[in-house]
């Protein structure tokens, strides 16, 4: 039983280094150290043994299980590194290789130029309102001193979703809303970004969507010096120190009287090019003083209060502020356009 059990020792340590996985090994585990396994059966003939040979042999059989169960652990250990090791050369990552630069993203050009004139009126005292895209006739038009029927209507071409619902067509409905919340009392001074539509036809410079920033100002003693004053500060903020502002007279049935702002042409210094139409200005809103009219349809004494409103495109504005030449590079999303603009 001895040579046995030394001889089953030996097959064992030789077939345990010989494993090449975990699997093999637990094999070999189970073949030799197993319930049933190789030193199992030999001590099962331990009953045959004589009294002073038995715990000899017992002892020998633990001392073989010993080896072997040592033996089989430095082995699972050493199979488990050679895998871990070959994983880590399969997976290395080789940091050297020049990175992928990440695309960052910014906001949009339109974006920037509203944000700019919010933050210059708000820097003024102005507060920012917003009102509905989906808006009612009366709001759009009739509290503006447009009632149905007004010719004047046809100068902003509408898309309609009912009778009395339109999406609407510039931001002054905002300027009607904010006063009749102010029930009556002054002052109110706000300006309004947003989204506007219009049936126009989409070309270089026109949009069937496009942005407005509406601008309205209503109290005691407000008057046309007051709505100069405030559109030179826009004009020279947006353009330029250098650049001089013109009001021309213009109609809106919403104010009395109505002008178009005009700032001198940048490309031509005054002298006339083919950017302003030889003329050497270039329009940039409309404006006025709020009309009687619309001071009392929302609710305001038009005998104590006066008030100015202005309205402009945003697009218009970056259009000549940055020389692009066509609108639908805002709505394109042209990446390559998109990032010329980001200042990071
Ligand atoms: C108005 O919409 C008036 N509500 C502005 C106003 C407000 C006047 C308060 C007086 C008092 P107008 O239709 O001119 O006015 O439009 C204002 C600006 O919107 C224009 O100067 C232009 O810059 C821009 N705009 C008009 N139509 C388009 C269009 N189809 N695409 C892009 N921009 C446009």
Not at 164 to 193: D, F, N, W, Y
Not at 302 to 314: I, S
Request: proline share 5%; hydrophobic share 35%.
């Amino acid at each position: 039983m001895k040579e046995r059990l030394q001889q089953l020792k030996e097959e064992a340590l030789q077939q345990i280094q010989s494993s090449e996985d975990n699997k093999q090994l637990q094999d070999t585990r189970v073949y030799y150290l197993g319930k049933k396994g190789q030193i199992t059966e030999v001590l099962k003939g331990m009953g045959k043994l004589s009294k002073e040979e038995r715990p000899v042999i017992g002892q020998l059989a633990n001392e073989v299980r010993d080896t072997l169960t040592e033996a089989l652990e430095e082995k699972d250990a050493e199979l488990e590194a050679i895998k871990i090791n070959k994983q880590l050369r399969e997976e290395a990552v080789d940091v050297t290789l020049p990175g992928k630069p990440a695309q960052n993203g910014g906001p949009h050009l339109l974006m920037e130029v509203i944000r700019d004139i919010e933050d210059l009126f708000i820097s003024m005292g102005y507060q920012v309102a917003e009102g509905p895209e989906v808006e009612t006739d009366y709001y759009n038009f009739e509290a503006l001193n447009l009632p149905k029927g007004h010719p004047a209507r046809d100068m902003q071409d509408s898309f309609y979703i009912t009778e009395e619902l339109l999406m609407r067509t510039h931001t002054s409905p905002v300027q009607a809303r904010t006063m009749l919340a102010h029930e009556g009392r002054g002052p109110v001074k706000i300006i309004c970004p947003g989204k506007v539509y219009r049936r126009d036809t989409d070309d270089a410079t026109h949009s069937h969507q496009f942005t407005q920033i509406e601008g309205l100002y209503v109290d005691e003693n407000v008057r046309m010096s007051d709505l100069k004053g405030t559109l030179n500060a826009l004009a020279k903020h947006l353009f330029g120190e250098d650049r001089e502002i013109r009001l021309r007279p213009s109609f809106f049935p919403f104010t009395e009287p109505s002008v178009e702002l005009d700032i001198s042409c940048k490309v031509c210094g005054g002298e006339g090019c083919s950017v302003c139409k030889g003329t050497g200005w270039i329009e940039i809103l409309g404006a006025g003083l709020v009309h009687p009219n619309v001071l009392q349809k929302a609710g305001f004494d038009p005998e104590k209060y006066t008030g100015f409103a202005f309205g402009m495109g945003p697009e218009r504005i970056a259009m000549l502020k940055y020389g692009i030449e066509d609108i639908r590079h805002f709505y394109t999303n042209d990446v390559r356009f998109l990032k010329q603009f980001h200042k990071a």
